[in-house]
């Protein structure tokens, strides 16, 4: 299995980004995508979680309502819009994988819960 995310940048607050995950090696739709990121000096945060098995969403607390997850099936990519972008949302963004998707619902936060893991994509927030 490999993820590779792309589409990270400098934006001004307020402004969006999208960034990518393409996702290849798995032979079924039975798995999850997690975003995470990662600020300098902190721990990693969960941003949000698709169970591609089953199409729901999950949203960690701080991006609810700003960020959006979705997948396009035909091309095996995963997007995280981000929108309203504030200089707190500055970080590096990962995605990840649960092979598993039978019990996504309660560890979709959790980032030992995921088996695969992308490089990341250097997202900046500033005027």
């Known amino acids: 299995v490999q993820l590779q995310a792309c589409g990270g940048g400098l934006v001004q607050p307020g402004g969006s980004l999208r960034l990518s995950c393409a996702v290849s090696?798995?032979?079924?739709?039975?798995?999850?995508i997690g975003w995470f990121r990662q600020a300098p000096g902190k721990e990693r945060e969960v941003v949000g979680c698709i169970n591609v098995s089953d199409g729901r969403l999950y949203y960690g607390d701080s991006v609810m309502g700003r960020f959006t997850i979705s997948r396009d099936g035909a091309k095996n990519t995963v997007y995280l819009q981000l929108n309203s972008l504030k200089p707190e949302d500055t970080a590096v963004y990962f995605c990840?994988?649960?092979?598993?998707?039978?019990?996504?619902?309660?560890?979709?936060?959790?980032?030992?819960?995921?088996?695969?893991w992308g490089q990341g994509t250097q997202v900046t927030v500033s005027s």
């Open positions: 090696g798995f032979t079924s739709d039975y798995y999850a």
């Open positions: 990840s994988a649960i092979e598993d998707a039978l019990w996504v619902g309660s560890s979709w936060s959790d980032p030992v819960e995921y088996d695969y």
